[in-house]
């Protein structure tokens, strides 16, 4: 498979409920990215990792966790998270080097928090 | 942060050429500058990128001026399926502002 996989594409949870976003990135980059899109918004970064380490948190609350055990898989781990928390979940990824700023994007989950 | 301004909306008919234009004043001497399309309920897709000048590949052309203060993203003969969100970004791996999408440009190609 190739490109940056999601999984699941559809989620939806309640507000007491514990789930994980997967992503995996098979394009050999060694960044990766969270994003939320919130319907008619703009994107917004949510986290990066930069060689497994997190390099940025976007001010996010604490009820988002993500983790990336290596450079091909990023999870958005997620607990007790509220109805305006429903929106498009996007990874991405990219190699980080001078000149080359392209990032790939999965084809995101949808969450909706019911 | 390298604050980008395009138009919030752009309408065209099917065949025209479509530039969008993209204000960056403040782009510092190391940025790039990206342009991503987005469809609904999809993650944005790379079209184009550039440093200074023109740079053409087989889906845009961008055009920068010697200020680098603006650049524009030129779609020819534009088709129903070229209907999407356009984004204009600008920034390098120091300053990280490539991560960051602004409001973008709605596209909609009319029949």
């Known amino acids: 498979e190739t490109g940056v996989t999601q999984t699941p594409r559809h989620l939806v949870m309640g507000m007491t409920n514990k789930k994980s976003l997967k992503c995996e990135q098979h394009?050999?980059?060694?960044?990766m990215y969270w994003y939320k899109q919130s319907a008619k918004k703009p994107l917004e970064l949510m986290f990066v990792?930069?060689?497994?380490?997190?390099?940025e948190n976007n001010s996010v609350p604490s009820r988002f966790s993500p983790e990336c055990p290596n450079s091909s898989h990023l999870f958005l781990h997620l607990h007790t998270l509220q109805p305006e928390d429903s929106a498009l979940y996007l990874c991405a990824s990219s190699h980080l080097r001078q000149g080359t700023y392209e990032q790939y994007f999965g084809p995101g989950t949808r969450l909706t928090v019911t | 942060l390298a604050k980008t301004t395009q138009p919030i909306s752009m309408d065209s008919y099917e065949g025209q050429e479509v530039n969008i234009t993209c204000s960056h004043n403040n782009i510092a001497t190391n940025d790039y500058i990206t342009w991503y399309q987005q469809f609904p309920s999809q993650g944005p897709r790379f079209i184009i990128q550039g440093y200074k000048t023109k740079v053409t590949n087989e889906v845009a052309s961008l055009f920068i001026p010697a200020d680098r203060k603006s650049s524009t993203l030129s779609l020819p003969r534009v088709s129903l399926s070229d209907t999407a969100v356009y984004y204009c970004?600008?920034?390098?791996?120091?300053?990280?502002?490539?991560?960051?999408f602004g409001t973008g440009t709605s596209l909609t190609v009319i029949p």
């Open positions: 990792y930069n060689f497994k380490e997190q390099t």
């Open positions: 970004l600008v920034g390098d791996d120091n300053t990280g502002n490539q991560f960051y």
């Open positions: 394009l050999g980059h060694n960044a």
